[in-house]
């Protein structure tokens, strides 16, 4: 059974900082590209970060000098190092994992900016 459990979202201030983590799980996880998404009420979702098997990674415009994805192919896990977070930041954030024809989805992480 494939799980994708994203940690590490929550409250933060204007300006701060979050670490997101997708722990991976039935999955080979070394052959898999990893994204992450956000998905805001009422908007379709949308690529946040992205990185491949071989660790080359892909950034929204909106967040190419803040945020940074990487992964960690011993311990199955992607993460998404979000610095100077503004409000418009706000909103639920998915872990992804795609290989060829196969994609799953996280559950969702909620981060909130607001002072």
């Known amino acids: 059974q494939v799980q994708l459990v994203e940690s590490g979202g929550g409250l933060v201030q204007p300006g701060g900082s979050l670490r997101l983590s997708c722990a991976a799980s039935?999955?080979?996880?070394?052959?898999?590209?990893m994204g992450w998404y956000r998905q805001a009420p009422g908007k379709q979702r949308e690529l946040v970060a992205s990185i491949t098997s071989d660790s080359s990674t892909n950034y929204a415009d909106g967040v190419k000098d803040r945020f940074t994805i990487s992964r960690d192919n011993a311990k199955r896990t992607v993460y998404l190092q979000m610095n100077s977070l503004k409000y418009e930041d706000t909103t639920v954030y998915y872990c992804h994992a795609f290989f060829r024809t196969l994609a799953y989805w996280g559950r969702g992480t909620q981060v909130t900016v607001s002072s």
């Open positions: 039935g999955i080979t996880f070394h052959l898999y590209g």
